[in-house]
C-alpha cells in the first residue's frame, strides 16, 4: 500500500478543524482515518482530534479478535464509531467551552483486497478503477435528502445555501450509526478520502482528471486548486493507491 496525505488550513478560516491519520508502511493494519470537526472556539479542532486518535486505538487493541471474518471486521467497526461517538460526547458534556462540538468521520480499512469503510457526516470516501471515480459514502446531509427526494439536483446542491447543514455527526449525541460499506479494493485501484474542504471547492470530474494525471502529486495539486477556488474551508486529502508506503505532508 502507498499512501499520500495532507491538510491545509485553507483561504480563510483560522484554525485547521480537520484531522487525519495515515498507518505507515510497516503497520500490519492498513488503516486511514479522516475527519472534519464543527463548534465554537478550538472545539471543533479537539473533537476531530479525540474521534481520529479514539478510533484508531481501539482498532489496533482489537483487530486481531475481529479479523477472522467480513461480518467481524464490519462489527468492529461498528464498535469503534461507537467507542469515538462516546469518548467525543463525553468530552463535550465535561468542559462548557466545548459543549455542542462534533466531527464527520470516515473509517477505511483495507484487508485482503476489501476496503471497509465506516462513514459519519459529509466527508467523502471514493474509489478509482479502470477510469471511473465512484463514491462509496452518501453525504449525511440536508441537500442530499433533498437530492434525493427529487428536490434539487445534485448540480443545484453545489451553491445550495444550506450545503454544509448536516443530519448527522459524531459526538453531538449519545448514540450515533455509522454507514458501513464492503468494497473490493484490487490491483491499480485509488481510494480518495477527502472533507468537504475539497469536494465544496472542485467538482468530481476535476479532482478525478488531477488524480488520473499524477497519483502521487495528486494531493498537493489538489490542495492547491481548492484555494486558488477560494478555500472557504479547511482542506484535507488521502490518497491511497495499491502499493507499499506512506507519505504524508
Known amino acids: ?45 479537539v473533537a476531530s482530534k479525540m474521534a481520529t486518535e479514539a478510533s484508531k ?7 486481531g ?3 477472522q471474518s467480513k461480518e467481524s471486521i464490519i ?8 467507542y469515538a461517538n462516546e469518548v467525543v460526547y463525553k468530552k463535550s458534556n465535561s468542559q462548557k467551552d466545548l459543549s455542542g462540538m462534533g ?17 459519519v457526516g459529509d466527508s467523502r470516501v471514493y474509489r478509482i478503477r479502470k477510469n471511473f471515480m465512484r463514491k462509496i459514502t452518501t ?18 446542491a453545489y451553491n445550495h ?12 449525541t449519545a448514540s450515533v450509526e455509522p454507514d458501513i460499506y464492503v468494497k473490493t479494493f484490487l490491483k491499480d485501484d485509488i481510494v480518495v478520502m477527502t472533507t ?30 481548492a484555494n486558488e477556488n477560494g478555500g472557504y474551508d479547511n482542506i484535507t486529502v488521502i490518497i491511497i493507491l495499491n502499493e507499499e508506503r506512506s507519505i504524508w505532508i
Open 1 to 45: 500500500m502507498k499512501a499520500f496525505a495532507k491538510t491545509d488550513i485553507g483561504q480563510e478560516r483560522k484554525l485547521d478543524e480537520d484531522y487525519y491519520y495515515v498507518a505507515d508502511s510497516n503497520s500490519e493494519i492498513n488503516l486511514y482515518i479522516i475527519a472534519d470537526g464543527m463548534g465554537g472556539y478550538n472545539a471543533g479542532e
Open 57 to 63: 486505538e481501539y482498532i489496533f487493541k482489537n483487530f
Open 65 to 67: 479478535k475481529y479479523k
Open 75 to 82: 462489527n468492529l467497526l461498528q464498535k469503534t464509531v461507537e
Open 103 to 119: 466531527t464527520t468521520l470516515d473509517i477505511c480499512l483495507i484487508y485482503n483486497s476489501n476496503m471497509y469503510v465506516a462513514h
Open 139 to 156: 453525504d449525511h446531509s440536508y441537500v442530499q435528502t433533498l437530492i434525493e427526494d427529487g428536490t434539487i439536483t445534485k448540480e443545484e
Open 161 to 172: 445555501p444550506k450545503k454544509n447543514m448536516l443530519t448527522k455527526a459524531l459526538g453531538c
Open 196 to 225: 468537504d474542504g475539497l469536494t465544496n471547492m472542485l467538482r468530481e470530474n476535476e479532482i478525478y482528471d488531477i488524480i488520473n494525471q499524477a497519483p502521487e502529486e495528486a494531493v498537493e495539486k489538489l490542495i492547491d486548486k
